[in-house]
């Protein structure tokens, strides 16, 4: 009878101590701030913690564009079930990337629409950062703002904007700036298509037909003196006009079966290069140096940019 007796209580005290390790096992080991006793709250795993991206809390008191930001992850590294909006969860058959990006095969992933920015203040809070305003300390300022990318439908995209500035702004949103390589194979789609949408131009599909604004604004054309010329090219007013750049995903039809839009067209795209290239044309060109998704600008220094200068991001999927 003693040993019956024994060995049930070993049995329960072994059972207890595997609990208690499994548990800990499960939560990890995270230093927080003590906080007040809360209800239990289940955690449920993060696609943002897998793939490496943090997402914003829609909740917040930041809103407008930043509600395109990524969700904060918890201490623990789960997301809060109960914060979760059904616009919150990854988008269906999108492999291991967040909402605002594409999968490419689930080899990687790349942002569906051309980059606007969002300023840092010094206090953590963000805002909406102009389309049409460089990034360098200029126009009064001081210092050098501090911005980070997004990807969002319907705002115009960034313009005026370097390699090293792309590339700063996509590691501030926990990605990177996209090798030339990823950004052709995302522009040419699943079938390797010159034009995101088949084989052949289709004048307007994309937003490949738009007025020049140097000649608009200054009176100035190709055959200007290049001096003069450069001298203007990062004028805000120039994008400000009708029928020059256009807002993200407009052209409706320049697209592809991976879900990117934009690639052909509205801005010249940054790609990671240490000699300064960009891809894909822009609204007034997408032919001379190159057809559609083979157009190729080489050769500037990675600190140039003018308005027809923009960018979109890439990032690595879970492996």
Known sequence: MHERLFSFRFAASTLGAVSVAWAFATTGCSHTEPAAAQPETRIVPSTAQKTGFDRTDRRSARRGRVQELQLLPSPSGGILESDLDDDDRPARN?????????????????????????????????????????????QGRSTTPIVRAVSAQGVTPQAYVSEVQAKAACARSGKRLCKADEWRKACMG????????????????????????????????????????????????????????????SHSGCTNEYGVYDMVGNVHEWVDDPDGTFLGGYYLDTHQLGDGCNYRTPG?????????????????VAQ
């Open 94 to 138: 999108n492999g291991l990337c967040p909402p605002d990006m594409a999968s490419i095969d689930d080899r990687y992933c790349i942002d569906r629409f051309e980059a606007s920015l969002v300023e840092i203040l010094p206090n953590g809070d963000e805002r909406p950062w102009s389309p049409f305003d460089v990034v360098d300390r200029s």
């Open 190 to 249: 699943p079938q390797r298509t010159t034009y995101p949408y088949g084989s052949h131009n289709e004048t307007g599909r994309c937003n490949d037909q738009g007025r020049s604004p140097m000649s608009v604004v200054f009176g100035l054309g190709g055959g200007s003196n290049a001096k003069i010329y450069s001298s203007h090219m990062n004028d805000p007013r120039l994008n400000s006009l009708a029928g020059t750049v256009s807002k993200t995903g």
């Open 300 to 316: 500037h220094d990675i600190y140039y940019h003018d308005y027809s200068t923009g960018f979109r991001c890439c990032a690595d």
